[in-house]
């Protein structure tokens, strides 16, 4: 089974992939090698009904991946750490498309 978080950001595709850069320079072991972070794009009709559906309005999505099925203990980490580098207020974390984080 592949352990995804789905990620919608209320902020552009711009400033996202910015960050996410910046994250992965930071430390890319943990989000280069133990997940994969792909790059932000526009959320299109279904990702903005999906984050409607939790009260979230989306400008863009990214996925991050799990890569390293060892460090899976550190999801909730990982969300928090996106969280922190790209607003709490603006990003809205789903693990497998589902459950809040």
Do not use: W
């Not at 984050?51 to 928090?80: G, I, M």
Request: a negative charge.
């Amino acid at each position: 089974m592949s352990v995804d978080l789905s990620c919608y950001s209320s902020d552009s595709v711009e400033n996202i992939n910015k960050i996410l850069a910046s994250l992965r320079a930071q430390d890319p072991e943990l989000f280069d090698s133990q997940y994969l972070v792909y790059d932000a794009r526009v959320a299109n009709t279904i990702h903005k009904d999906i984050a409607a559906e939790y009260q979230f309005n989306a400008n863009s999505t990214f996925l991050v991946s799990l890569n390293d099925k060892n460090t899976a203990n550190t999801v909730r980490f990982v969300a928090d750490r996106l969280k922190q580098a790209l607003g709490r207020d603006r990003l809205l974390v789903l693990l497998t498309n589902e459950t809040v984080i």
